[in-house]
């Protein structure tokens, strides 16, 4: 599968002011046990150990809880990310090849699943906030799951809104999500997470 959804820490220098910090972890708390439902378009880039960037794609997100989420890849070349509630489609057009896996071992506490809830903040990850940086303020989650497929996650909120999400693996790879038009709540039909494989198409997993 060419899309993983990892990342690698970079050097930053943070302020940490108590506003911020309470702002920070206010913020995820509402994202996460909150939060409805969301739209907004994303820019992903992904970068190796040495901050070589290898791969940069872009495109657009739907979410609407508990459990089902859309990643619909615009560029360099078109595929999506459904989830159903129940289980994930990957369809990757240029193959014409579509995976699918139960959400729950597909993802256990991935970020995909953080979005879009389905878990408990703090019986999943102890969490911190990181202060001020680009604008944003960040807070820092690590996960309590010792087989987690990340490290940590940092997610970074303007004016309170979602504006980046950034994760490091095990390879010191790491994966940056830019939010932009994000939308809170706004009313998304149940059935733009149903997923039905086009004709011709292979089904791997069913």
């Known amino acids: ?119 408990e903040l703090d019986a999943s990850f102890t969490y911190q906030p990181m202060g001020t940086r680009d604008g944003a303020e960040w807070v820092e989650l690590i996960p309590k799951e010792p087989d987690s497929n990340f490290e940590k996650v940092r997610i970074g909120f303007v004016k309170r809104k979602l504006s980046t999400m950034e994760l490091v693996d095990s390879f010191g790879q790491l994966t940056r999500f830019r939010f932009t038009e994000v939308e809170v709540d706004p009313p998304v039909a149940a059935a733009r997470f149903q997923f039905v494989p086009p004709a011709g198409v292979d089904v791997v997993g069913q």
């Open 1 to 119: 599968m060419r899309l993983t959804i990892l990342m690698v820490g970079v050097l930053l220098t943070w302020t940490v002011p108590a506003a911020a910090a309470d702002d920070a972890v206010a913020s995820l708390r509402v994202l996460v046990e909150q939060t409805r439902s969301l739209k907004a378009a994303f820019e992903q880039s992904v970068e190796d150990s040495q901050s070589k960037r290898i791969l940069r794609s872009s495109g657009r997100l739907e979410l609407l809880r508990p459990g089902r989420f859309r990643w619909d890849y615009q560029k360099p070349y078109p595929q999506q990310i459904v989830a159903d509630g129940e289980r994930i489609w990957i369809y990757d057009t240029e193959l014409e090849q579509v995976t699918v896996k139960p959400l729950s071992t597909a993802l256990g506490s991935a970020p995909s699943l953080l979005l879009s809830g389905g878990i």
